[in-house]
Structure formats: C-alpha cells, structure tokens
C-alpha cells in the first residue's frame, strides 16, 4: 500500500508537458499529474468522462460550444463522447484521474505512454 | 453539462461535518467536497478504494497498522476492505471520491444522506 502522495512533490519529478504520471491507481483508474502548457489535440474519449482539476496555474478547456475556464482549486469533467482541448497559456499543473489504459490523446496512436512515479 | 466547479465556493455554502456534498458525477462515482473535524468511526468499504485528497488543513488517517497523514496537496487511497479512520484535530476539507452510492460510515444505516450542491 502506498503511503500519502504529495502532489507537488511528484510534479517537481520530471518537466515534460502533456505527459501524464500516474501517482495512485483507484478502482481500475489512474490517478496522475500532469504539466500542461500550449494547445492540446482536439479529442474525446468514447468510453470515460474525463477528470480535469487545476493544481496550479489556469486552463481552458475549450468545447465545441463554448470554453471552460479553470484555476487552481477549480475543476471540470468532460463528459464521454464530448470532444475538447485543453489549452494553457502558461504552464499549468493539472490533477486528472482516468480508466487505466485510457490514451491521453483519445487515440492510442498518439498516447503519452503512461509511466508511473 | 456543469461549468467551472469551484470547490472552495462549494465548501463556503455549508459548515456541517462529516457530510459531503456532491459537487460532480464521473465515471458512476461522486466527485464530493467534505468538511471534518474530530473522528470519525472506524469502517472499511468492501467493494471499493476510498479517495482522499486534502484541499485545506490536516487529517490523519489511521489504519490498523500504522497512521497516514496528509495536509493541503497531499492524497491517500484508502484500498477496499482496508479499516480506517479519519482524524481532524481541527476543521479540515477534503476532496472525496466514491461510487455513487456508497455510505461514507460503510454502514447504510448511519451513513449521511449525500447531497448536491
């Protein structure tokens, strides 16, 4: 059993934008950090809603409708099947939390290989 | 579709402990906020893991075996069927995760009633 996670101590393990690491797993999900920084793809994911929450910094999420703005201490689940792209203009330290195996970029093609730490 | 969830304005709208409050769906799990002080009582969930992370001050969590503290940033998962506690020697909040459903006690007769905010 793993013991407390401290989150900015994980982050401050590695630098690499939009490369998830996994810090927990929690029934069959993968609990991760990420730096983000720049545009992401436009993606969705079929089979998961997808678990957005800004530990530092601010994002969009951009939605074909509309765009989601967050800072830290605040989140947004996409739901399944809707596309979006997460966008920060400065670096950003995210919390996102998805189905092990699930590619980061909605294809498996393109997917950060997801390490743990 | 929910917008921008703020958790520290979700935590502003009540001062009830050891009652969370539903802030988002994910994945068939509640997405809660919570705010505790004091013990809880010791139960476990047999069917699922327990997701704990601390937005503000400090909690123990004891486990039969040892204690896992956790302030601000730092997150714990609790495996199922693994008893526990939680401490707050003074008012903490929390993000919480479980399945839609399950009682925060492990007991449906002491659980608190979940609701939305």
Known sequence: MADTINLAEKL???DQHWSPRT????NGHDVMVVKVQGE????????????FLVLKGEIDIE???????LKAGEMFIVPKGVEHRPV???????????PTGTPN???????AKRQTI
Chains 1, 2 share one sequence.
């Open 23 to 26: 810090v927990a797993l929690f």
């Open 105 to 111: 970029t909605g294809d498996p093609a393109t997917a």
């Open 12 to 14: 401050a393990t590695f």
């Open 40 to 51: 992401f793809n436009w993606h969705s994911h079929p089979d998961t809603d997808d678990f």
């Open 63 to 69: 939605l074909r409708d509309r765009t989601v703005s």
């Open 88 to 98: 920060a203009r400065e670096e950003a330290h995210l919390l996102l939390i998805e």
